[in-house]
């Protein structure tokens, strides 16, 4: 929270802003005593005449070298300089240097003082020393770091905004001893820069400062806790103390500026014209209690006595934004398919191989030496990704729900280039919500008026008007509102006793309108369906024909039902609440809705009654591009055919979408999932950047 | 965190938003089987007649009672709406009603079906009661509670904003055993109305809802922590089952329905055309991790079966923004000053009381058995207010210091519309500019086009480049910045041993430029003074003339001291650099600023060399008006004059101020504090409504 009450912007030389008071230092001017200082390029200095005159003076003049500008302010009325002016009680000499020294105290300006008769009573002579400061940054993102941008110290998000970025090294460059590189304080490979943003500080003057004054890199206490500073080893040897004692691993190469422990510490002043370049790290993302944005500063102290603190009588500032987190919805490109294999997954293991293959991406197996027979891939983690003009990569979001699978999102998938982060919560307040087929992305959306060209986010809760219910838990919800370039949505999905949003939606690509459908389960779809096939003399044919340990029922039996219809109208009632959500919150029209046959039924659970899908619960699929792998419903044969999935394909059909299905029915619909629940998929990033959201 | 998915705002009659998405809801249509629903007005109900229609069906056809409008979208391409219509897949129907029912299911709308050949094939009959449903509150800052404003759910700052406010109901109104009324969960006193927030809910209908609908009221938990809602007691005696469980204290007449443990409680419908009054109480101020907004929802259950929860049909929501606590500038009009009684300070309070009494104003006195022997009014607590369009009252914040003065503020502040707030800190986190002598705030400012009408707080910390150094505690600088309407700037104060900006820096009234004048310290003034004195045969002139117990100093010893001008160029120094500081931040000219002649001395504290004032520090003063009362300085006399008093009065005469010199020196002086540090001063109000701020 300490703000830096010493910052100024030093003006480019097009934009010369000397003149006006966020860049003035008052300084002292005194009689008959050498005063020095040293002044910035760009700033100006503001002395008081008549603030130390001797008794009696009335009147004053100014002489300076040559690389010494002065105004007064007020000017004063004579016309020429040179004549004494009369002193006045508030008027100041404003004075500037264009330009760096060659060599210390090579400039000065001097000020006589005179009394009524024009008899000189005295003189102050101040010394100048002009240096040129900037502290650097990639402020117009385009992966350069340019000199000093006027807009360096604030952010501002757009096309047309400005402001660096910085990433969460939440990579592992090791990839057998893993730690994330940002729970280590020192680079320990090269490769590890290329995580961090660059900063560069840009000094000119003199071989040396005058004695005693010196640079100091410094943040606050706040901002300490995201970020930390490394730089490249300075030429001079000699440099510092503390690089000294830093000498471990690639210290040496990359001494650590600060951190935590140190919020202030000097970096060395090159001399003559320099660049010492700096590494600036992300530790932790936009949260809760911490919006994102981190200041760095750069300030010049000037000596003062033994057991006095140092003066900063000139400070640069640097803004950086972290990257937020960013999720990807089915109608990016794929890249891998993850998923489990498990001693009784054989025959979904097949139908995914075929799919991906046919697809042409890659699938990866996680074995069960590994995931000790939790299947469910998609519940332990979500792919994301982060971006910033010099670099990015993908960040597996690891759930707190903490299965069995547990360790694969660390020991799997975190590596060089590869981040990871995870909200832990206490065992007592995870629930199945917290499993991350209850979060999911949408394709982009334009909501009245309003873009998401990055989609929203959707996750599933209890109502707000429920006195009891499970949600997702706050530190998951609180991270992934506060990454805020994926505005979240909540949905109700507590009615459902896994209670995943995947298991009544998804998003799949479409060639018109918006770009992509949301496929909603429906339950008022299925009954339409079946009452037609009931009509067309199909009535005794079976759901689950050719399944073992699976009780079969005939569409006629199944219409009959009056409680298991009162069942689905319920969760048909659920659905549609969630559907206009998703109608309001995503800008859809009605034409952007397909509903899917999918019947459900109730089960008591713990006092209350929730449902389940049924047969399998077709919209729970995988989406890889035009390429659909869809839970094998088992519906009734009609002519040969199962008429769901002849339903399907032709609802899917007229989007140029190819169905696949796959027979999940043992390994995953009765342990109540499906081909999603059992599946993840990591996809490319969006072409749109982040930064570039109008917020 | 949990947001409410269900929200709509309902259209105002004049506003017809009724085709919009956000007001639409998904309601079925079934064949055969009586279906009913209430509909609220403003809103628009959405049915898809082919998702049930039966097997078979190509056309249908709709009626509806009078109360009842519906179109088709998209609209048919028949002329006619009394030939059937062909179905198609995405079309929807949109119900509407412009009134409120009569009774109970009064309206109805039936689709018939037909075949092919137009034979009917079946009919879905919705049944329909109309409701009217507004949650309102004064939204538009004018003190009443309007009806359904159309920006309720938003808040907006600024004279053309709307959203409505919030007091934290921090004072007592118990006079006798105090307590915080926000901290106890009744209604004590009717009185205690006063400082929450009206909030009506108006309904419109029939005598009763049909069976099993209900009006929720609800809100998150994060909303929860900062506020509570009671209501007053529906007419109906047999109301609510809670309501009759919390029968003590006067809870019988405001029963409390949303709370941290209560997130949603049933309000009851009172039929007919009606008003419930709700009163809303904030219970915590804005912070780190609050920024003062909270949501309450009203929502309107549709019953579902035993089991299964009801599902919000209509939701309704109002915005509430917590009043920030505002600090109060010397530029204010005083209301009553606050000094301690000691065993050795009667010469310091016979001057407070001329001066007081002198100005018109109430003097309070602390006394001993209550201060302790603490005379550091000032350093306590700091005065402010809070204020809405409906109530405003002063709060104390109480300072961690905590030293002997600590229970006055609650014991003897606390009270009917005076509040109370403090932020607690570690003992080993407090130093001495926890004190309250460290925070001060400026008048009205305008900073580079930015307005500033409350002003801006000043606190003082230490450089932020200093590797240690004292700082104002981490929680008090996030309360101060989380108030966000009088943003603060930090000064250096940590170069002074006690660590107070009031040492350096006082604010005073002024006829002309910005209303005020910035008063700084200033060695080199002093020096100045000093300098001419000695010139003017004056040298021989003693300070501390007439003291007992301190070395008196003449003029010419005083100026031979280099030791001494060297501390004090430290000193000028410090303060030149906080000058930069306040003109940048202030947006103040040198002709701002007024040098009075202060010299300070260097002690060593802890290896520290830190600085106090050298003769009493006349910028620590109390500010009534156009009087002040000054240190007395005990400075030169010339010709019977202390040349200090003379130069201070001839500084402030031409604002048309008058100076009253006290003597503190034994009694506050020699303690290190003076005047300002040893009272305070309960101010007025801004005219300026902080709601009025441009953000």
Redesign the interface.
Known sequence: ??????T?VPASLERDRRGA??C?????L?VENRQMTVYVVGTTL?A?PS??????AKFFSVKCTDNVQYTLNPPPQETSHLAPIPLRG?S?LLISMSRASQSENDSKISVQYYGNNKEVLGKAVLHLTAVEISLDVDADRDGVVEKNNPNKSSWKWGPTGHGAILLVNCDSEQTYVKKLDSEQDYVSKASDLQDMSPMVLRTKGPAKLPKGYKL?M?M??GDAESVRVFRTKSPDVNSSMAEKVLSKYFLRDYPLVLSRE????EVPYLGGEAEMRFYVEGLRFPD??FNGLISI?L?L??P??E??????IF?DKVVFRVAPWIMTPNTLKPVEVFVCSTSDNYQFLKGMRNLVGMSGYKLKICHEYENRGDRWMQDELEFGYIDSPHHGFPVVLDSPRDGDLMDFPYNDLLGPDFGYVTRTAQRKDVSSLDSFGNLEVSPPVTV?GKHYPLGRIIIG???????K?R?MT?VV??FL?AQKVQE?????S??LIVGHVDEFMSFVPAPDRKGFRLLLA?P??A??LF??L???GHGKAKLFDGLNDVQQITVNELLEDEQFQ?EN??V???I??N???L???L?????D?I?LPILFK?E?DK???RAVAFYPDMVNMIVLGKNLGIPKPFGPRVNGRCALEAEMCSLMEGLGLSCTFIDDFASYHKLLGEVHCGSNVRREPFAFKWWNLEM
């Not at 003035?24 to 002292?28: A, D, I, K, P």
């Not at 979240?488 to 109700?492: N, S, V």
């Not at 800008?587 to 034409?591: H, N, Q, R, V």
Request: negative net charge; proline residues 8%.
């Open positions: 929270m300490q703000r830096t009450p010493g100024t008071p966020e003035q230092r008052t300084c002292r005194v503001s008081n603030r130390s005159a001797p008794p009696g508030n100041v100091t410094h606050s206490q140190v919020l202030s510490q809760k209690d500063n300030s102290l000037e003062v006595n057991g006095l603190p140092e003066t900063p400070t009245r809760v209890a109502f707000p008007t429920a006195t219910g949600n706050k919800q609180e509102w979240p949505i909540a949905l109700f507590d009615w429906s008022d779809a009954y339409k009452r037609g009931q009509r067309d009162s109208d319920y048909q009632n659920c549609d609440w559907r206009d959500v109608k309001r919150e800008g859809l029209d009605d034409e809705i509903d109730l008591e006092q209350v009654h």
